[in-house]
Structures are given as structure tokens and as C-alpha cells.
Nanobody, 122 residues
Framework: VQLVASGGGLVQAGGSLRLSCAASGFTTDDYVIGWFRQAPGKEHEFVAAITWSDGSTYYADSVKGRFTVSRDSAKNTVYLQMNAMKPEDTAVYYC????????????????WGQGTQVTVSS
């Protein structure tokens, strides 16, 4: 399994960014792709996730209503659309995949992308 995250950058508060996670190497559709973030000095934090098979979505309370996770099956890509961004959204964002366990738990995810930096200026 290979995950490649991209799309990070610098944005002003209130602005938007879209992250992409290109996925390859899966042999079934029975998996979840999650987005996590890690701010300096903090642990990984669950952001959002989507089940590949039926498109069910999950969000952290801190991003609900501002972020949207979606997938494009033809491109094998998951997106994280981030709107109304806040300085506290600044972090390195990672996509990862799991086939079992709690969708919101870091320990459930076995394969991780390389991370992409998102910086929100005030």
C-alpha cells in the first residue's frame, strides 16, 4: 500500500485549501482512509475519515462543518477540502489507511503517507 499526500501550503485565516491523498496497492475495497494532523509538540490528532466501499464519512468535532472528506474512485484519490480555516489548523497533515479497529484511533492505521505542511496565518 502506498499513500502520497499533497496540497499543503500557506493560507490566511478564513481561507481554503484542498489536500489530496493518492492511494495505490489495495487489493479490496474494504478499508478506510483517514486524515490526521500533528502540530508542533503535540500528538497526532484525528481529523476526518472515509470508508472506500460506501463513502461513509467521519469528522472530528473541531473540523465538522468546515472540512469535507471525499473520494474519487476513478483516480484512487481521497480529498480533504478545508474551508474557514483557523490558525489552530496549522499542522502537518497525514493520510493513512486501516482495515479494522477504531476509525478515530491512530493505532488502528498501519500505512501512512509522508505528510504535507499546512500553515494558517492570522
Amino acid at each position: 500500500v502506498q499513500l502520497v499526500a499533497s496540497g499543503g501550503g500557506l493560507v490566511q485565516a478564513g481561507g481554503s485549501l484542498r489536500l489530496s491523498c493518492a492511494a495505490s496497492g489495495f487489493t479490496t475495497d474494504d478499508y478506510v482512509i483517514g486524515w490526521f494532523r500533528q502540530a508542533p509538540g503535540k500528538e497526532h490528532e484525528f481529523v476526518a475519515a472515509i470508508t472506500w466501499s460506501d463513502g461513509s464519512t467521519y469528522y472530528a468535532d473541531s473540523v465538522k462543518g468546515r472540512f469535507t472528506v471525499s473520494r474519487d474512485s476513478a483516480k484512487n484519490t481521497v480529498y480533504l477540502q478545508m474551508n474557514a480555516m483557523k490558525p489552530e489548523d496549522t499542522a502537518v497533515y497525514y493520510c493513512a489507511t486501516t482495515a479494522s479497529g477504531s476509525i478515530r484511533a491512530v493505532r488502528s492505521y498501519a500505512d501512512w503517507g509522508q505528510g504535507t505542511q499546512v500553515t494558517v496565518s492570522s
